[in-house]
């Protein structure tokens, strides 16, 4: 609690505009690789300890409506309180730092192998900072070798883009959202769900259902309807990367959207299953292609501690500019 | 806005009804997973439990370089219910009064809870700094071994803030609230 607090605070936002290097870093003119390590290290900071402006905005709203002098205003008061707690001494939101998942949308010819390398270095000194809780447990042994690295972590996925920019998006996913997140097969008969955007809705309302306040209420979505069990899965979370107040570009999925938050927000369920006005911020959906016999719904939950930010690198490995 | 402070006793969280916001003051013990886990395996606790609350909890730790000091910089609740199947039995034979989390438990705690005088207590998930901040010293580490997000952490907080969810006279806002979205779901579909 003694730590020493950054002299600026970097506002996302407006990051294109104020330098967000410390001068001496820059003054030290770093070699590409540790300038690389640097920002990449900046994006963890920054995703850990600050919610993105979208989730926050939505946030603050579902808390105007709650009813005063009640649990779940109650809730959503220390919930802004920790945002902004969390910004100011530049420490996690939540102690759960989650799994790690990196998204690098590079341009063609680019090494990711030794990319992957560098996002792993970052990744140990974040956790030496503190920014991530050690966190990576080996599922054989129960060993924690306190560094976040080990079989499958990070997690790093890679796209190619025809961009000359690395972009570089990073959530990271707390493990009590993601108990809650799941993945229905249809038909399922207890729901009388069917191989339509009806049955979809019908899952969807139950897993936020039976959710309860398990997943850090109100949460917020990503859907993905078919593929198959992997890809389904990893689709849904790749839905989290939206900004909450987009728009879906398919129109009946975006009408399905706004009418599954609606009516979440019936349920009662509220900030922290404390019964409530807001259950649920956003749901965003996308689809995949199946093989006529599967029908699969997945559903990645998200607490209200969204942390989703991403970065665009320039030809120095700087951070050129936040993307949320 | 209640206040429970130390000592706690069976006594004093059966004055707390579910719905009451209270402001704890005193001492806490983390313990999650593995502790629970051991603890139902029959081994002995490291510290005495009598009487003390524990928090599901896995926290951000820092240890000072030069002088060995251990502060905490976030400590949020993490989700009970993983913790159902042991914490009846962890209150009864350890003689715990308080059970802090997030997500509230099951049947099995709310009878012992009953039985044996204890409260769940609801803490706000995700708050991890504003929870970190009413922590007021570290004053001991115990099952190192377990990982320090798994460990026993003694801590003592001041003013740390939490809902009582479920009561030690059978009530749980839990089964509540899912009772009516229950009504509400069939509704809808």
Redesign the interface.
Known sequence: ???KLPAKKPVSKSASKKPIKKPIAKAKKLDPKTQTIESLLELIRVTSTEIPDDVAKTLMKARSQEEQNT?AS??MG??K??ID??KF?S???????GTVIFFVYHPPGFFQNAFKDLIKKAVVKATQK?YL???S?NSLT?E?A?TNLGEGHPSVHFYEHNKKEVEVKLVLK???CE?VSTQYSLPDTT??AGRDLAGVR?VV??AV?KA???G?GPGALGVCIGGDRADSAYNAKKQLLRKLDDKNSIPELASLENEIVE?CN?????P????GKTTLLSCKMTHANRVPASYFVSISYM???FRRQGVVLDKKNTIKKWLY | MKRLNYPFSPEAVRELKV?D?VLISGKLFTGRD?VHKYLHDGNKSPVNLKNQIIYH????T?KDKKTGKW??????P??S?REEPYQWEVIRDHGIVGVIG???MGQKTLDACKEYGCVYL?A???????L??KIKSVDGLYLEEF????AIWELTIEDF?V?V?MDAHGNS??K???N???E??KA??
């Open positions: 609690m003694t730590k649990t109650y809730a220390i919930i309180d920790n707690l969390a001494k420490q996690p939101l939540c102690q759960d730092t503190g809780r050690q966190n447990v129960g924690n306190g707390g493990g009590g108990n729901l009388g019908k309302i139950d259902y309860q306040g398990k850090c009516t019936k349920l009662g369920i509220g922290m299953g404390f019964g607490c209200w501690a | 719905g916001m593995a909890c896995g926290p951000v820092m502060t905490v910089t976030a400590a949020g993490t989700t219910i997030k997500g509230g609801h706000i998930g995700g708050a991890a700094q504003v970190a901040e990982g320090l997000p798994e803030p809902v969810t806002l839990h509540e609230v899912e009516s979205s229950k509400v779901l809808i579909l």
